[in-house]
């Protein structure tokens, strides 16, 4: 009994469409999973939300980014 699942079955990496690799599921290698991380940290996955007025920006009371 083979442990690979059939090929209409397998997982398929977000990015590239190749099949998984059991190592960087849910991607297929290395190359796909650091790619996915710099698009995190390049902020390229964005969640929807209300639009920010100009008055949102500069705030001091929202606790981020706070000095002391």
Known sequence: MSSEAPPERRELCPLCRKPTSAE???????????????????EAY???????????????????DRQG
């Open 24 to 42: 960087h599921r849910p991607f297929c290698g290395r190359g796909c999973r650091d790619r996915d991380l710099l698009n995190w940290l390049g």
């Open 46 to 64: 964005r969640a929807p939300g209300p639009p920010a007025g100009p008055d949102d920006f500069g705030r001091e009371d929202d606790g981020l």
